[in-house]
């Protein structure tokens, strides 16, 4: 029984009473819905309808389109021997799409083209249908006579064709046909072909079939399909990585598949939306700027890759270069803190002119840039000469500063020295003065007194 009457019986339909919906969609094409038309899947038994030896009669469209295949030819089956879920045609089977490729929007009336994924797995080295409609439109196929000649994808009947190819005999492949701006690609496992086509789009609308063509019974499919999924638009490069990904862990295919086409399989790949680049230029002309606190700037140029100096001498900071540092991971917008390693109070008052500041190169065999020497042959014993000099030099400067620091240092002491003395005697003057002042006063009043004794004396003598 189908209530809804979408072409899917009740008892597999998850939303029986609505005719637009069959099967949630995952997530890797959930936000695709409206664009996707056909969503074939094997991974689910229930699926399509077969008889008890598995012979398949209808293969159901779960995208909830109705967009189903038929039996046509032969009897395709429902097979498990790959350790995957599958659909069998041995070279003489194909399936029959309900509907027309307008109706999937593979035809020149949708602009924005179409996109089409399949998981596959080819039997034989012999050419097949795996999808096509009229003589060479909208058509896939396993192409040539030997190992390696790959895929082809002819979108209209005029070449050139596009052609990716490679083995893809007795393996589970990941392939993806699109037309994008009136141009047409094909990828297997991620990895787009070189080969693109312009003016791709078609206006035949002949019935659509897998494993056949419209107009011959030659060069039927030999080998599994597992899953289809027809887009009428082209995707994002986003939203491709996204199926790619979804494709490739649903099937087992991460080994092979590299979801992102970086050159890195998704097996190894954490994050399939970073792209790892092979080919890059980055400008070797660059500007290290030194900003201080108080926003006042310095900025110098030089070149990625060289060894230079350079002297920012509104700060009284020297920056030295290494070659060795790679043109990609340069100093551009990097934050650097630069903070004296030691601030010695000198002098009196809490302020600058009586504070030093004293800092100290790594002096390490890191610090030298001679941990990585080695002398197992006379080029790396050359090359360890070298950076030992370089390091022996690096020395005796820090040495020289330590030394010009220690004179500095040395200074101040005797200059406090001196002060100190200096206070000394002034608080040894004021205390003479006023031992001065005390003496003369004890003079006074001593002499005070003795004339007062000798007046009162006179007096008495008188009486």
Known sequence: ???????????????????AKVKDLPDAFSSLSG??????????????????????????DWSGNGNHANAYDGTPEFKTNLGINSIYFDGGDSLKLDSLPQVLGMTNENVDGYEIYMA???????????LA??????????????EGDGIRFIPNYSPPYVDKGGNIKNETILLNARVENETGYIAVDGQQSNVTKSGALSSNNDTLYIGRRTTTEAYKYNGHISEVLIFDKALTSEDRVKIN??????????????????????????????????????????????????????????????????NFSDFGIQVDLDSTYAPSSGLDSTNIE???????????????????????????ASGLRIDGCQVVD?????????????????????????????????????????????????????QDTDFAADAADLAKHQILAQSATAMLAQASAIS
Do not use: C
Request: hydrophobic residues 35%; without cysteine.
């Open 1 to 19: 029984m189908d209530h809804d009457g979408d072409g899917v019986p009740s008892s597999k339909d998850d939303y029986p009473n609505n005719v």
């Open 35 to 60: 664009n996707l038309k056909l969503w074939l899947d094997a991974s689910d038994a229930t699926a399509v309808e077969k008889d008890a030896s598995n012979n398949i009669s209808q293969w159901y």
């Open 120 to 130: 596959i797995n080819h039997e034989n080295t012999g050419p097949g249908f795996v």
């Open 133 to 146: 409609a009229g003589l060479a439109h909208h058509e896939i196929h396993v192409q040539g006579t030997v």
């Open 245 to 310: 990904a979804y494709l490739s862990e649903k099937w087992g295919l991460q080994s092979t598949v590299d979801s992102d086409d970086d050159g890195v399989v998704d097996a190894n790949d954490s994050d399939h939306n970073t792209q790892v680049l092979s080919q890059f230029a980055v400008p070797s002309n660059r500007t290290l700027t030194l900003t201080d606190t108080e926003g006042n700037s310095h900025s110098l140029d030089y070149v990625a890759g060289s060894s230079e100096t350079l």
């Open 338 to 364: 630069i903070a004296a390693s030691r601030d010695l109070q000198v002098g009196a008052d809490n302020d600058a002119n009586h504070q030093l500041q004293l800092g100290i190169s790594s002096v390490t």
């Open 378 to 430: 006379i080029d790396q014993a050359r090359a360890a000469i070298t950076s030992l000099d370089n390091a022996t030099d690096m020395v005796n400067q820090e040495r020289s500063y330590l030394g010009s620091m220690q004179n500095r240092l040395a200074f101040t002491m005797s200059n406090l020295t001196s002060q100190t003395q200096n206070i000394e005697a002034a608080r040894s003057s004021i």
